[in-house]
């Protein structure tokens, strides 16, 4: 069974630039959720999407958006980069995303700003 | 609102010897509660997870942790360490119908040889 799978693994954009990350969950998983981890933060939650509706948000700015398509893919935007948003994010899917499942990660998309 | 806190950022063991990771976790209703492991360049990996049944839960590699709501804690153990488990666990936290889980700051594991 394929797992989560995350594209690309390594992006370098510059500041103002916008950026679209991809994520595929493991077959059967609707829930998807995303995560940004930094050195310093750690892992904050970014959003929880499932059957193409966003459940659940975190504390981020609106520069940082998701969507999920109606084969549970999902695809996080951030607009604008800035130097901050240099961090590896993270994607982890469940089968409905009940909070007694545990979450399956992908390996992230690290991402880097100029 | 929940949260979670790891007592230690780093936490140094000798092969062979016991690891301890402690986690203590903050929720007002009943939290599931569980242990990641995240090996470089990689995602994260469950190690067990405690969702109300016994409150000591067996995960993999030899590692458990035991719920104790009395000191809202659940610790991670292992009686002995091997070098492959130097790594960084993360204890995280999520409640019925929140669709969310709290990940502690992570504990990064060293074991000397």
């Known amino acids: 069974k394929a797992g989560v799978t995350q594209t690309p693994r390594y992006l370098i954009k510059t500041r103002g630039q916008q950026v679209t990350l991809s994520c595929s969950p493991i077959?059967?998983?609707?829930?998807v959720s995303w995560y940004q981890q930094t050195p310093g933060q750690g892992l904050q939650f970014l959003f929880e999407?499932?059957?193409?509706?966003?459940?659940n948000k975190g504390n981020f700015p609106g520069r940082f958006s998701g969507r999920q398509f109606s084969n549970s893919r999902s695809e996080m935007n951030v607009s604008t980069l800035e130097l901050g948003d240099s961090a590896l994010y993270l994607c982890?899917?469940?089968?409905?995303?009940?909070?007694?499942?545990?979450?399956?990660f992908g390996d992230g998309t690290r991402l880097s700003i100029l | 609102a929940q949260s979670v806190t790891q007592l230690g950022s780093h936490v140094s063991v000798s092969e062979g010897a016991l690891v301890l990771l402690r986690c203590n976790y903050s929720?007002?209703?009943?939290?599931?509660l569980f242990w990641y492991v995240q090996y470089p360049n990689q995602g994260l990996q469950l190690l067990l997870k405690?969702?109300?049944?016994?409150?000591l839960v067996k995960g993999i590699n030899g590692f458990e942790a035991e719920f104790k709501k009395s000191e809202t804690s659940f610790h991670l153990t292992k009686p002995s360490a091997h070098m492959s488990d130097a790594a960084e666990y993360f204890c995280?936290?999520?409640?019925?119908?929140?669709?969310?889980?709290?990940f502690g700051a992570g504990t990064r594991l060293f074991v000397k040889a």
């Open positions: 999407y499932f059957s193409e509706t966003q459940r």
């Open positions: 982890a899917s469940s089968r409905t995303g009940d909070s007694n499942q545990p979450q399956h």
């Open positions: 929720s007002s209703v009943p939290p599931y």
């Open positions: 405690y969702t109300s049944a016994a409150t």
């Open positions: 995280a936290v999520s409640v019925a119908g929140g669709f969310k889980t709290i």
């Open positions: 077959s059967g998983h609707r829930s």
